[in-house]
């Protein structure tokens, strides 16, 4: 891949709810995502991160049915004209997408003694987001679409999947086939918040301007 195709590929990547198809991935494709979200870089090579493949419809079910709820719970603390612009806006595609992949990280995986980490312990929460986002972009590649669900309560999701209690569930996300990639982020274009202007987020040498 040259730079413009990457780069194509990070303007591209979009935050998929109500595009996906249900069409089932080849299982060659499922496993060049995987294999890209495992060669994420990690704090002291500890690869904190598994992967949690969720395809049993009962399964999608309880979470949907869980998120439906916490996403009320959010709407009920919204200004009314807050809460009808987020009315319209889908928040995932649980049952929707060909299956289910939850990232989880374990902050004991490296043992007691993980190079880099002895100052920022959250280092392997960001490797795993890492890992997320080396799936994400490869997923972007292949025509595959990602949609990160962020409405649930972790104690849920570890009790739903027998989560280990010392393992984070940082993500579901809902991968499958789309009929198409919006342009615009779907944040952007039901009017919840814009981009930010690159130029407001650099600063030189020090935070304040």
């Known amino acids: 891949m040259n730079a413009a195709a990457l780069y194509d590929v ?3 990547r979009r935050d998929v709810r109500a595009e996906f198809t249900g069409e089932p991935i080849g299982s060659d494709v499922l496993d060049r995502l995987l294999g890209a979200a495992h060669a994420a870089p990690s704090v002291g090579n ?3 991160w598994d992967f949690v493949l969720v395809r049993d419809p009962e399964t999608r079910a309880r979470f949907q049915e869980h998120v439906a709820t ?3 719970t959010y709407a ?9 612009t987020f009315g319209r806006i889908k928040v995932e595609g649980i049952r929707d997408a060909t299956l289910g992949i939850v990232i989880t990280y374990d902050p004991d995986r490296g043992g007691p003694q993980v190079l880099g980490r002895h100052a920022i312990d959250d280092a392997g929460l960001y490797s795993t987001c890492l890992a997320i986002q080396n799936l994400w972009l490869a997923a972007t590649a292949e025509d595959i679409g990602v949609g990160w669900v962020s409405f649930y309560r972790e104690q849920f999701l570890r009790d739903l ?10 993500a579901w996300l809902c991968v499958g086939p789309v009929t198409h990639l919006e342009d615009v982020p779907d944040l952007e274009r039901h009017g919840w918040r814009p981009r930010r202007p690159l130029a407001d987020a650099v600063h030189h040498e020090t935070f304040r301007r």
């Open 10 to 12: 990070i303007e591209r």
């Open 46 to 48: 500890s690869q904190p």
């Open 70 to 72: 916490e996403r009320a």
């Open 76 to 84: 009920a603390t919204l200004p009314s004209e807050r809460r009808e």
């Open 161 to 170: 999947l027998a989560i280990p209690p010392r393992v984070r569930p940082v």
